[in-house]
């Protein structure tokens, strides 16, 4: 059997991989975990709620504890998520303050 695909040494492991399966492994250490208030791992796309009312700075509004935000986005950034609400731009919010949906 003969194939083509270039080998690359892990100095981790002290091995020879396949080059897909070791950018396959680097691309996963990378990758930022995000969970919510309770444990839960996020993921763009995702719908979550509020588990308590959060005034947002600079828009002069509060959103109460239950609002539904759909479709996150992650940050890169194991704290922060992306948002979008009406009449809000730009909005970020802690992971700690929403809950997985």
């Known amino acids: 059997m003969s194939t083509d ?12 991989l396949p080059a897909s399966e070791f ?3 680097r ?8 969970r919510d ?6 993921a763009d796309g995702d719908a979550v709620t509020l588990i308590k009312d959060l005034e947002v ?3 002069g509004q509060t959103l109460k504890q239950g ?5 996150i986005r992650l940050t890169g950034d194991p704290q922060e998520i992306d948002c979008k609400y009406p009449g809000i731009k730009g909005l ?5 303050f929403v809950r997985k949906r």
Not at 37 to 42: E, H, K, P, R, S
Not at 67 to 71: A, G, V
């Open 67 to 71: 609002t539904l935000i759909k479709s």
């Open 5 to 16: 695909e270039d080998y690359v040494y892990d100095e981790a492991s002290g091995e020879w």
């Open 92 to 96: 970020v919010l802690r992971a700690e």
């Open 23 to 25: 950018a396959a492994q």
């Open 27 to 34: 691309a996963a250490e990378d990758a930022v975990e995000v």
């Open 57 to 59: 700075k600079g828009a």
């Open 37 to 42: 208030a309770v444990g839960n791992i996020l």
